[in-house]
């Protein structure tokens, strides 16, 4: 059952287009940002109360990179692995990053505090290596930057 | 004579944002008043007459492009302008810059643009990882909606326009024209097929104007001081200034708003300052990760739509991305076409089965795995995967890096094959 927050929050989205589907992506993210992923349960409310088939909203889910279909940690550790960033030396943030954290990617420690994921240029590429935690870009990495960042995320 | 920066000029080094009274009291939201004023059709022509094309890569040109969407009283509505700030080929870092340091200039933009074809609607189309821009455009459309500039009745012209921001969830099709357009009906971002273009039947079958942050950005300068003070910023025929980027090992890695057709070499070498101590200059992708090489030759050139053209790649984004002496050609490959087999959609055959091949073989290189054979399989996919054969621009964009590689570094490739291993390893 979706709560009434987050119905409340996805009917807000509806008078800025035409169409109840547009929506599915601020839904699930709705949704997302709730609960830290989208289940199959919560992928069933959210494409009935968009009038949509089930199915139809996972093809949605499943294309897009920033929608979790599995749980994952507290805090979303997103690596950049594209091409300025690889120049850069992004193999070195990947290594450390999985030595300090003891993940490969796509892993979320057993305490769910971290998962370790890579993304896409993230378009800061004159400031390479750089990463996402938790939606907070940050900037010229090295592994003793990165020890010192992960410190403030408990 | 120093340079002029309208694009930029509000825009400080540490990114603050522009508010609403600063911008104004910069020369802010002075384009539109006088578009409002102007008739739709004589707003457009102004805009062909500056020669502006699209900075998103493709390079058309925006007032031929607003001029094909139906206008009039029988012309259908709602219509719609759309601004592309889906930012996410490689190796670019433009657009973010704009909106997060001024987005009003945006807001300026489109509601000109909204202006011109008539648009009711407008989205702001935002990449998911672009948080900070987001909350900054947030904050600018409500300061615009509280000034009565958004909304019904804007500036007291009796015209109404309504503009969202649509915060998407991260894909690379996202950024091509009609993948956008079904990413904000709530789909799969696939391509669409043209014809029908996005001005005759766009979003919701309507008429739709994409159009690139960068290119948006430029619109109010041009209204305010006219396409000649405009064409007049450019060492060429295509008009203004551009974003120019650099990142790799130079010196100095940033975004520098120059004359359009600013040579390479000195962007390279004066605002970037040229390579790092202790390597050499081997090669770069001249506007993102979807461009052709070019190399030490080629330094000379203009960076504008035609010569770079000329030269046997694109002007793309304008944002380069250099390779140096001790950075493996091939390694570099394999990751751009690794990110592009990735992002495919899966809508056509080509790009998915033959990007994933192509990645495959190139990781196998790296891996001290390749053969002989690679090389003519490489060949056959870059001609296979060419414009034309595939729904959008994707696989063509991809292979673009890879069938140039081949031409200038081709040695580095045999010697991955020779030596069953990447030297530089």
């Known amino acids: ?154 | 004579m120093p340079t002029e920066t309208p694009l930029t000029k509000n825009i400080r080094p540490d990114l603050a944002p522009t508010d609403l009274k600063a911008y104004e009291s910069n020369g802010g939201y002075r384009g539109v008043r006088k578009a409002l004023k102007t008739a739709p059709a004589e707003v457009t022509n102004t805009v062909k007459q500056s020669n502006l094309r699209g900075r998103g890569g493709a390079g058309f040109p925006t007032g031929s492009k607003w001029s094909f969407v139906p206008v009039g009283k029988e012309s259908p509505r709602p219509k719609y302008i759309v601004a592309n700030g889906d930012e996410m080929e490689p190796g670019t870092f433009k657009d973010r810059v704009l909106m997060e340091g001024d987005p009003h200039q945006l807001i300026e933009g489109m509601i000109i643009a909204a202006h011109a074809i008539e648009a009711d609607i407008g989205y702001i189309f935002l990449r998911g990882e672009y948080t900070l821009a987001a909350k900054r455009i947030q904050k600018a459309l409500a300061e615009s909606y509280e000034a009565g500039y958004l909304g019904k009745n804007i500036f007291g012209s009796g015209e109404h326009f309504e503009l969202y921001l649509h915060i998407s969830a991260g894909r690379y099709m996202c950024g091509e024209e009609t993948g956008l357009l079904n990413a904000l009906e709530g789909k799969r971002a696939n391509p669409r097929a043209k014809p029908p273009f996005p001005q005759s039947s766009g979003l919701w079958g309507k008429p739709t104007v994409v159009q690139n942050i960068e290119t948006l950005c430029n619109i109010p300068h041009i209204i305010s001081n006219g396409a000649e003070w405009y064409k007049k910023l450019s060492h060429t025929p295509n008009g203004g200034t551009k974003l120019y980027g650099a990142s790799g090992k130079v010196k100095r890695p940033g975004l520098w708003e120059l004359p359009m057709g600013t040579t390479i070499r000195e962007i390279l070498e004066e605002h970037a300052g040229g390579m790092q101590d202790g390597l050499k200059f081997r090669g770069l992708l001249p506007g993102g990760a979807s461009t052709d090489f070019l190399i030490e030759d080629h330094l000379d050139i203009k960076m504008d739509f035609d010569e770079v053209q000329k030269a046997g790649s694109r002007l793309g984004t304008g944002t380069m991305i250099v390779l140096d002496d001790k950075t493996c050609p091939v390694g570099m490959c394999s990751n751009l076409e690794h990110f592009f087999a990735q992002e495919s959609c899966g809508w056509c055959t080509p790009c998915w089965s033959g990007l994933s091949w192509v990645a495959q073989m190139l990781e196998a290189l790296e891996a001290g795995e390749g053969k002989p054979e690679f090389l003519e399989q490489f060949a056959f996919q870059t001609r296979f995967l060419a414009p034309g054969n595939t729904f959008c621009a994707l696989a063509p964009g991809a292979v673009e890096p890879l069938q140039s590689a081949l031409k200038y570094f081709r040695g580095d490739f045999n010697r991955h094959i020779q030596e069953k291993r990447c030297p530089w390893r």
């Open chain 1, 1 to 154: 059952m979706l709560t009434p927050e987050e119905r409340q929050e996805i009917e807000a989205e509806l008078p800025r287009y035409p169409k109840k589907r547009a929506v599915c992506i601020d839904a699930m993210k709705i949704v997302q940002r709730h609960r830290g992923c989208v289940s199959d349960e919560s992928l069933h409310d959210v494409a009935e109360f968009l009038e949509m088939s089930r199915d139809e909203l996972d093809s949605v889910a499943t294309f897009y990179n920033l929608i979790f279909r599995k749980p994952v940690g507290r805090h979303v550790v997103m690596f950049c692995d594209s091409v300025s960033c690889w120049i850069m030396g992004c193999d070195r943030v990947r290594e450390h990053l999985s030595e300090r954290l003891g993940l490969q990617p796509g892993e979320t420690t057993p305490d769910k505090r971290f998962t370790l994921l890579p993304i896409v240029c993230l378009g800061a590429c004159d400031r390479a290596p750089v990463m996402m935690l938790d939606w907070e870009l940050f900037q010229d990495l090295d592994p003793r930057k990165i020890d010192v960042i992960l410190e403030n995320y408990k």
